[in-house]
Structures are given as C-alpha cells and as structure tokens.
C-alpha cells in the first residue's frame, strides 16, 4: 500500500521568529478566536500548528477559512483514538469523532498553549525523501552504513514535516501505520502534517520525545484527524 500524503513534495516545518516567519503559518501558540475548546476537557485545544491556506504549496487553498488549526489534547482520553474535526466557514470545528473521557494530566501545570513562533518551511530533496522512505520500509539495520550517518542526523534533527512521507516513529510503516478514513465521505484520509514531542517549552506537549502526532486532511470534507504514535 503506498503512502498518500496531500502534497508529494515535503517540506520540514522550521520554527523562526515570528516577524521572518513566511505566510501567517504559526507554530503552536494561543488559538485565535473562536476558540476550539477540547469536548472533554472544557478548555482551549492545543494548537500544533495554524496552516495560512493561502500558501499555494500545502494543497489546501480549497478549505473553506484562511487558517486551518491542527488541535489536539493530552489533557483527556482523546489521544486513545482518532481525533476528527471539521473546518467550518466561520473558522470554528465541529467535532465527528473522539474518545469521550478525562485522564489525569500528563505533568503538573500543564499549559493551555505553548509558546508561539513564525515558521519557514524547506523542501525535501529527492535524495533526503528517498532516505526517509526507505527508513520506513525497512530496518535501519538492514542498510544503514555509517557513510549515511550525516545525511540521516540531518534529516532526523527536523522533528516536524508538512507533506510528502515524513520519518515516521513506528516502522516499518505498513505494519504500524494505520490508514485513517473520513468520518464523513469514508475515503482514506492524506497525511497532512506530523510532529515530534518538541516545542519552545522543554516539557514538550507529551513529555516523552519520542512521541509523534499525525495530522490526516480530508480536502473534499475539510476534515482533519490526529493521531499519535510512540515507538
Ligand atoms: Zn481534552
Ligand atoms: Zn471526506
């Protein structure tokens, strides 16, 4: 089964200040409003990223809003399922799908946003793409020899990617990954977007780095569903 992201060209997702950020794309940081609030928790969702939709390389130029929020919560049990949300015209989500309950919070004092910061996004090369693939096909193991070692360190330092097929914290990936359908039109849903426990705050989002959180978009929907793995 081949991997179907929104965008065949990847970009990794590199966190600037905000003033040499490109397009109004922000990474993490406090909703704008409306404001999404978690169905279980009562308050604001966690903002990974907002996508400016009018950037011509990232595909969703049809979504209904100028911004596109990616949201998720580690505060309840909604990281034990597929997290589904639509875009609404007016820039709100409603929600389609989630796993209903609280949790205990993952570290005391969590926040109810993380720092905020402008980003540029930098294409993949084929080369830097091929790697990547290859590193979710087969054991590194297998084929890694230590003349690849400064190419991988470059790729595996960028712990967050747009598009394309992104190194993925649980391969090989067709056994680990798990394609997620539409809630609305059931059609498999393209990668959009995928991050890695860091941020601007040492916790991180999870309190583990290896974890990662995967965004799927449904472009005939505006649908967008998360979900994380760990390895
Ligand atoms: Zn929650
Ligand atoms: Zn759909």
Not at 7 to 17: E, L, R
Not at 126 to 155: C, F, M, S
Not at 176 to 204: K, V
Request: net charge negative; aromatic share 14%.
């Amino acid at each position: 089964m081949p991997f179907h992201p929104l965008i065949d060209q990847g970009y990794f997702v590199t966190s600037v200040p905000e003033h040499e950020g490109e397009f109004r794309h922000v990474f993490y940081g406090a909703q704008q409003v409306p404001v999404a609030d978690c169905p279980n928790c009562e308050k604001p969702l966690i903002r990974y990223f907002q996508l400016d939709t009018t950037d011509p390389r990232l595909g969703c130029t049809d979504a209904p809003t100028e911004f596109l929020p990616l949201l998720y919560c580690w505060s309840c049990k909604i990281p034990t399922f597929p997290f589904s949300y639509r875009i609404l015209p007016a820039c709100g989500v409603e929600f389609l799908m989630y796993a209903v309950g609280k949790a205990k919070a993952i570290y005391e004092n969590y926040p109810e946003a993380f720092p905020p910061s402008g980003v540029k996004l930098i294409a993949l090369t084929e080369r830097q793409q091929a790697l990547i693939h290859r590193g979710n096909k087969e054991e590194y193991d297998d084929w890694v020899t230590p003349d690849l070692y400064g190419e991988l360190d470059e790729i595996f330092a960028n712990d967050y990617q747009i598009g394309g097929e992104p190194q993925l914290t649980q391969t090989p990936w067709e056994r680990a990954w798990r394609a997620t359908l539409c809630p609305l039109c059931l059609d498999e849903m393209p990668f959009l977007a995928s991050f890695y426990d860091a941020n601007l705050d040492p916790r991180g989002f999870s309190g583990e780095d290896t974890v990662q959180v995967v965004f799927t978009y449904c472009p005939k929907c505006h649908v967008v569903s998360a979900q994380h793995q760990c390895d």
